[in-house]
């Protein structure tokens, strides 16, 4: 089994331990006893406006727990960014620390799989005061379908989808932005906002 493949077994398996079910099916390869194909990967749910968003609490950079709901009667823009102190994630940390005078009472909540040490280094070094969220075994990425297989330099591997989602006093998606570049982000928070 070549390099991919193994990833896609152990996708697999991980998904089927946390859900109860499977996410591949195996499909007859002429002249082969049958082959493993992942079809739950590119069929990730996306969350839609007027969905709930799905609940998370997740320890932040100083280690608290933080629920989405003790934020309910307020708007929140959830951010996913693959990895803290890396140029994306950066560009895209501070354009929204840069905007956050001018949202008012929303609240920016970031959200990777990095723990928290790592979090707090990355808050301090670019004086980010919003939460960053540790999201280690990436279950609330997989909530909000930003837990991909991706490719690079020839190499397959699972990791966030840069992604984000403001979500209204309700509790309600009101825009989802899945593949959003670090410079769009706070173009699209704003533009949501009326600002």
């Given at each position: 089994m070549g390099h991919s493949?193994?990833?896609a077994q152990n996708y697999h398996i991980e998904w089927s331990r946390r859900h109860g079910t499977s996410c591949v099916g195996s499909l007859p390869a002429s002249g082969e006893g049958g082959?493993?194909?992942v079809i739950g990967m590119s069929n990730v749910v996306?969350?839609?406006p007027g969905r709930a968003a799905p609940a998370f609490t997740l320890l932040d950079q100083?280690?608290?727990k933080v629920r989405l709901a003790s934020f309910k009667g307020r708007r929140v823009f959830v951010y996913f960014y693959p990895k803290a102190d890396t140029p994306g994630c950066t560009q895209q940390s501070c354009l929204l620390r840069d905007v956050e005078p001018q949202i008012g009472d929303t609240a920016i909540i970031g959200i990777s799989p990095d723990p928290s040490a790592k979090q707090r280094k990355f808050a301090d070094k670019y004086q980010l005061q919003f939460p960053l969220l540790a999201d280690?075994?990436?279950v609330v990425a997989e909530k909000y379908g930003v837990w991909k297989q991706k490719s690079m330099y020839g190499r397959t591997y699972m990791g966030i989808e840069r992604s984000a989602f403001?979500?209204?006093t309700s509790g309600k998606i009101e825009q989802a932005w899945y593949k959003v570049s670090p410079k769009d982000t706070?173009?699209?928070l704003l533009k949501a906002l009326g600002r």
């Open positions: 493949g193994q990833i082959r493993t194909t996306q969350l839609a100083d280690g608290d280690v075994d990436h403001l979500i209204g706070p173009v699209n």
